[in-house]
Structures are given as C-alpha cells and as structure tokens.
C-alpha cells in the first residue's frame, strides 16, 4: 500500500508559479508510474502530467504542455510539478496518483493509489 501527501498549493497571481510536491511511502516509488491530476469545482478530474519511473520519459496534457514540468526524485520518493504563468482556469484541487502499471495511460481510473490533494487558486 502506498501512501501519497501532496503540499506546495497555495493563492497565487496570475502569471505566478509554485511547485507541488508529493512524498511517498509504504510501496516502491521508483516501480510506479506517477501522475498528477486536478479537479475544480463541477469539473471532471483532469490529467496534468505523468513521468516514467525511471524519469526518463514525460507526458503533458496540451493545456498544460511548455507551462507544467513534471520531474521526480527517487531517492526522496518524491514527485514534483513546477507549474509557471499560472492563469485562474489554473485553480483546482490538484492530486498526484501512483501506477503500478508498466505503460503510460492518461486515466484517472488506471491509477491505483492517490494523495489528498492540495488545493491552488488564482486570482486575476
């Protein structure tokens, strides 16, 4: 069982940055594919970004794609999203998720672990 806690939301303006975090601990971090996701309000949950498990490879939703970085650290057992010119349609709860799977799938239901979620807001 793998256990995920996100951190580094906050209020920002538009056209700031933060960095999200999320920790790891109770599974093998560097066996999953880990992803982040993000829900607003009335909204369906929407992948962000994902990255291999070795980091070596990265995928982004084209809404995020040259704004949000995904990278990971597997000696932390850490996943990072440095999210930059961050815009209000930007605000959302924001979770990571964890998958035990060997290839890279864009769905929230193919993650088999996830975090709480921490929430960013945007003002304009």
């Known amino acids: 069982q793998v256990q995920l806690v996100e951190s580094g939301g906050g209020l920002v303006q538009t056209g700031g940055s933060l960095r999200l975090s999320c920790a790891a601990s109770g599974g093998t971090f560097n066996s999953y594919i880990m992803g982040w996701f993000r829900q607003a309000l009335g909204k369906e949950r929407e992948f962000l970004a994902a990255i291999s498990w070795n980091g070596d490879s990265t995928y982004y939703a084209d809404s995020v794609n040259g704004r949000f970085t995904i990278s990971r650290d597997n000696a932390k057992n850490t996943v990072y999203l440095q999210m930059n010119t961050l815009k209000p349609e930007d605000t959302a709860v924001y979770y990571c998720?964890?998958?035990?799977?060997?290839?890279?799938?864009?769905?929230?239901?193919?993650?088999?672990?996830w975090g709480q979620g921490t929430q960013v807001s945007v003002s304009s």
């Open positions: 998720a964890a998958d035990r799977a060997p290839v890279y799938v864009p769905v929230a239901t193919e993650y088999d672990y």
